[in-house]
């Protein structure tokens, strides 16, 4: 029998919670390049949002919605995370073109290997469970640089596979996730890598969280697109992990909410699902402090096996 456990976090629009995370919204609110860029890659299609009706009427909700990221650039991709680090590194090659040329190139450039010379000098890293470690050997791939994923002890080896199938050097270090993040941001501080994460140990001011975050609010740009009665949404769902899909998520949700004129106390209620096992933004919320899981990180959940939250997130 499954059991759970749940906190209704005290500090919910608070304004000692608004005035916290105000440099972070300032940070992350203007999203538009990063949505008008990947709207003119040609694989990107808008993933569906499935209505459940059947599912609905068992648990007496009047409509229920799935967004679906499952294929989102190909069945192949296979990550839910494939928006973050391509547009990412989509974003560094550019800028390291314009550094050496005076010239900002478009996508297309950088995938026909216009200025291969420099690109394919650049190498981006990440630690992963296998999701951002995918969706960045993608970008790698399709703009031409060079990836390096690391991988902790709990990774299948199908996973990691999965990334070496994309051109990616897949480097397995003994520990949990955490140790694979410091070994990869040294790695990266050492060779002069660009390590791409969503994890943010600041304010969201640096370019590349920045980035993929930015980079995240596809998904909900599609879903207000989709979605038949924005306004009577009342509950969003969206999984845990450190923190970042989901606190961009729920911020999209809420500045549109607030352009359609809904009262604070009017907005949906976010709710995050994280394993029990690597629980830590439900004992963040619990703390009032970012706090990390004392769980085992085992979970079938593997891309959410994280100890510790994104601090900014």
């Not at 005035?19 to 008008?36: K, R």
């Not at 459940?52 to 967004?67: E, I």
């Not at 549109?256 to 830590?280: C, M, T």
């Amino acid at each position: 029998m499954a059991v759970y456990d749940h906190v209704s976090n005290p500090r919910r629009l608070s304004q000692a919670a608004e005035a916290d995370a105000a440099v972070c919204y300032q940070n992350l609110s203007n999203w538009n390049h990063a949505i008008d860029e990947i709207s003119t890659w040609p694989e990107y299609t808008p993933q569906p949002l499935h209505s459940m009706p059947k599912a609905a009427v068992q648990l007496r909700l009047g409509s229920l919605f799935l967004k679906d990221e499952s294929e989102r650039f190909g069945r192949e991709l296979g990550s839910f995370k494939a928006l973050g680090a391509p547009y990412a590194v989509f974003r560094i090659l550019a800028d390291e073109v314009q550094a050496k040329t005076g010239v900002w190139p478009t996508s297309a450039d950088l995938r026909a290997g216009k200025y291969r010379a420099i690109t394919h000098r650049v190498t981006v890293c990440v630690a992963t469970d296998g999701n951002q470690g995918r969706g960045l050997a993608y970008g790698a791939k399709i703009f031409g640089c060079r990836c390096v994923d690391y991988i902790h002890s709990h990774v299948s080896a199908g996973r990691a596979e999965a990334m070496k199938d994309l051109g990616a050097i897949v480097i397995r270090v003994e520990g949990e996730y955490e140790a694979s993040v410091e070994r990869a941001k040294e790695d990266a501080r050492m060779n002069g890598w660009h390590f791409v994460s969503s994890t943010s140990w600041n304010d969201f001011d640096s370019a590349i969280p920045h980035n993929v975050m930015n980079a995240y609010m596809v998904v909900v740009e599609e879903t207000m697109r989709m979605l038949p009665r924005v306004a009577e949404i009342t509950h969003v769902f969206v999984c845990g992990g450190v923190g970042s899909i989901a606190a961009m998520v729920f911020l999209g949700f809420m500045m549109h909410h607030q352009k359609l004129g809904i009262a604070r106390d009017e907005l949906p209620r976010f709710v995050v699902i994280e394993p029990q096992e690597a629980d830590s933004l439900l004992q963040s919320a619990r703390q009032g402090v970012p706090t990390p899981s004392d769980g085992s990180l085992r979970t079938l959940m593997a891309g959410l096996a994280c100890r510790a939250p994104s601090p900014a997130a």
